[in-house]
């Protein structure tokens, strides 16, 4: 069971856009400002598209957008296209100094 | 270029070990941190550790801590992790992902190796 929580799946229509949280508490996401995000699509190997809340690795398309609130951080995807369909999963640092991940959000492009 | 290279494809019987490998290259070896991250079939990813190549320090989810070992070879630039006792829910991809530090930044990833436990 993870301890951090994510929506089971989100769904958008083309070029529209969709916010995707993760809650943690205090001792995680709420502690510190070490939140990433990745994109997987099926059979490959997780891609880094946001670090330290809502820092964005070059190449990554400014659509996708992060920020952080409380306990609870948040990635959006604007302008969603087709190959964004995929599985999103945070992950944040954590108090006894080991991270840890989401359970993950499928993302649908109607 | 900054490559990850893992170990191939294995089968184990419960209660064996496994060890998989990853080679790393194209980048100061003992300057990053290698994470390790695993993932059941049809599952989400779960952090397992990392290991710091210059110190040989570990750390790791408490989940793991009793039987996983994280270490590396600095001479040949190569990572190891060793799940010992393994049972059948061990069956996952086990991936290597390079790090500048402790936290969450993994700019490059192994292609993951497939281990699968079964009798």
């Known amino acids: 069971q993870s301890a951090l929580t994510q929506p089971a799946s989100v769904s958008g229509s083309p070029g529209r856009s969709i916010t995707i949280s993760c809650t943690g508490t205090?001792?995680?996401?709420?502690?510190?400002?070490?939140v990433s995000w990745y994109q997987q699509h099926p059979g490959k190997a997780p891609k880094l598209i946001i670090y330290?809340?809502?820092n964005r690795p070059s190449g990554v398309s400014d659509r996708f957008s992060a920020s952080k609130s409380g306990n609870t951080a948040s990635l959006t995807i604007s302008g969603l296209q087709a190959e964004d369909e995929a599985d999103y999963y945070c992950?944040?640092?954590?108090?006894?100094?080991?991270?840890?991940f989401g359970p993950g959000t499928k993302v649908t492009v109607l | 270029q900054v490559q990850l290279v893992q170990s191939g494809t294995e089968m184990k019987k419960p209660g064996a070990s496994v060890k998989v490998s990853c080679k790393a290259s194209?980048?100061?070896?003992?300057?990053?941190?290698l994470h390790w991250v695993r993932q059941a079939p049809g599952q989400g990813l779960e952090w397992m550790g990392w290991i710091n190549p210059n110190s040989g320090a570990t750390t790791y989810a408490q989940k793991f801590e009793d039987w996983v070992t994280m270490t590396r070879d600095r001479s040949i630039t190569t990572a190891y992790m060793e799940v010992s006792s393994l049972k059948s829910d061990d069956t996952a991809v086990y991936y290597c992902?390079?790090?500048?530090?402790?936290?969450?930044?993994?700019?490059?990833w192994g292609q993951g190796t497939l281990v699968t436990v079964s009798s």
């Open positions: 330290d809340v809502s």
């Open positions: 992950i944040s640092y954590t108090s006894t100094t080991t991270l840890v």
């Open positions: 992902a390079r790090g500048r530090d402790p936290t969450p930044h993994f700019d490059y």
């Open positions: 205090s001792s995680d996401v709420g502690g510190y400002d070490y």
């Open positions: 194209g980048y100061n070896f003992i300057g990053y941190y």
